[in-house]
């Protein structure tokens, strides 16, 4: 509502950046590489072509227009996961203290408050493609005929990972059990019979699992 250029969407954009959620995004990592690569070698070797290395320049113009786009569009779907998760960390927080969600942020100090951001940018680093977190042997493939644009299957295969080991840890009981722990009915050890799971996050857990499924099911 208040608009991009809004102070008040400037301060998040920053704080985002410092939690390195923005700004990130896999395709522009490989593709800026790709540039720089053709554009500082030319010296070595396309050095007979100055219109080629004219031609490049040119095109780097195009591309950081495009990348602009690119990015903005990478990073107001980053923003949107950020919100939600941050939202569904508050919800179990609330849980957790016994208490409406509308009466948690009157409760939460800057530090409590910081914690939550923070783990919030960590899911979405974890569970979105983000160009930071390619390994350089991925990054370095792109010298290869067949590898140019090898970090987004890379990402694909980090998150899926990532998003399966998050569910798991929002679904498990916070005590010992016997037999499965994440389950929404479990045998608790201590308590000697079934109980509820007790996981704040244990709804965000099977809304996390069943994407997953649904999402490399139709793949």
Known sequence: KLGPKSPEMQKLYQELLGLGVVNSQVQIGDLTALFK?????????????????????????????????????????????????????KIGRAKQLNIKRADLDATLDDETLLGLKRNAADIVKNTVPNYAYVGSAVKTSRLLPIGNFMSFPSEMIRTTSNIGRQALSELRHSRPTRGSNVGPIVFDIEANAFVKNDNPMYATGVKRLAGMTTALTAV
């Open 37 to 89: 690569d053709v554009i500082q070698g030319g010296n070595q070797f396309i050095t007979p072509d100055t219109i080629l290395k004219s031609f490049f320049k040119r095109m780097k113009k195009v591309g950081s227009f495009l990348q602009g786009k690119y990015v903005a569009e990478d990073d107001a779907f980053k923003i949107t996961n950020y919100l939600t998760e941050l939202e569904r960390l």
